[in-house]
């Protein structure tokens, strides 16, 4: 049985009994039991006799003094952003699937088109496809999507040189320190950046995606044709905590932090701690600094109880 690897975004297939993704730890195997046929095969190959079709989920209370919630983010829903193609068009894909598209060791070892198989000659990126826009409940910005994809966009560049790459924009936000003239070396590898706004994408001529923009120069709409589009998709979080604890959460449904600008990972329960985007859109850099001061946070909260005691 062959289900889709979501470690590899879908873009292939792994089996229904495998090591979920290439740094588990554990390096062992579990059984996605609602794609396995229960055929038996499995049980009567495995060495230590660790299967077992008879077993029953458990649930499990953990007493402890404090907790670091650090859930992270999903990106938004395909069913969200229809009028982009995520979903109906093969060759729209979103940034993740880039992601792994780029990794030495993703699905197909180098950049294909997943419809064919065929290496693209044009390559468009739509930023904000799903944040700043209230239409979709998304009405603040992820912060990320700017700089990752002008990063994916330099190394496509430098794995497919003669291909063209677009990046359709609405702002360039490069915030950070050397963010800037990050920016500026894409443009002068000649990345073009068209500063529009993305109204929909539909199906195009041989497997292309059809691009329809609006030029925020005032200067009309206008189409174009891609081989392949990656979606800058929006941030929104992973986990509701409601049904576990009554954590407070802003209106765009993250955990709230009570000092932001003193110590950002602080909630309004005692003992309990946020870091990374389970408390906001954040890159990998702010992810980990804030996860080493909510873990020095609890460090000290277990301490201060420990005297107390």
């Not at 038996?40 to 003094?65: H, L, R, S, V």
């Not at 792994?100 to 390559?123: C, F, Q």
């Not at 963010?179 to 068209?194: L, S």
């Not at 059809?210 to 986990?239: F, N």
Request: glycine share 8%; net charge negative.
């Amino acid at each position: 049985v062959h289900i889709p690897d979501m470690e590899q975004g879908g873009l292939s297939a792994t089996k229904a009994i495998s090591i979920p993704f290439s740094n588990a730890i554990p390096q062992l195997p579990i059984m996605d039991i609602e794609n396995c046929m229960l055929c038996g095969q499995c049980e009567k190959a495995c060495p230590t006799n660790a299967i077992d079709y008879f077993q029953k989920p458990e649930e499990f209370t953990i007493t402890a003094k404090t907790a670091v919630i650090t859930t992270g983010f999903d990106l938004l829903a395909v069913k969200d952003n229809v009028q982009y193609g995520n979903g109906r068009i093969p060759n729209v894909i979103d940034s993740l699937q880039m992601e792994r598209l780029l990794a030495p060791h993703g699905p197909y070892n180098r950049v294909l088109r997943p419809s064919d198989g065929m290496e693209p000659d044009s390559i468009a990126y739509v930023q904000c496809a799903g944040s700043r826009d209230k239409s979709m409940g998304v009405s603040y910005c992820s912060r990320v999507c700017c700089m990752y994809a002008i990063k994916q966009a330099m190394l496509l560049s430098g794995s497919l040189p003669l291909a063209d790459i677009i990046i359709y924009y609405m702002d360039i936000r490069a915030f950070g320190k050397g963010y800037e003239q990050f920016y500026q070396n894409a443009k002068a590898m000649g990345i073009e950046f068209v500063k529009a706004k993305v109204a929909r994408i539909d199906k195009g001529e041989n497997g292309s995606a059809q691009v329809r923009y609006e030029l925020q120069d005032g200067s009309g709409i206008a189409t174009t044709d891609h081989d392949l589009v990656v979606l800058s998709m929006g941030m929104v979080p992973g986990w509701n905590p409601e049904p576990i604890c009554p954590v407070s959460k802003d209106s765009d449904q993250f955990i709230t932090s009570i000092k932001p600008k003193i110590s950002p990972v602080l909630t309004n329960m005692d003992g309990l701690f946020v870091a990374g985007a389970a408390a906001g859109p954040k890159d990998i850099v702010d992810t980990i600094t804030e996860s080493g001061s909510a873990a020095m946070e609890a460090a000290k909260f277990m301490s201060k109880s420990l005297m107390e005691d």
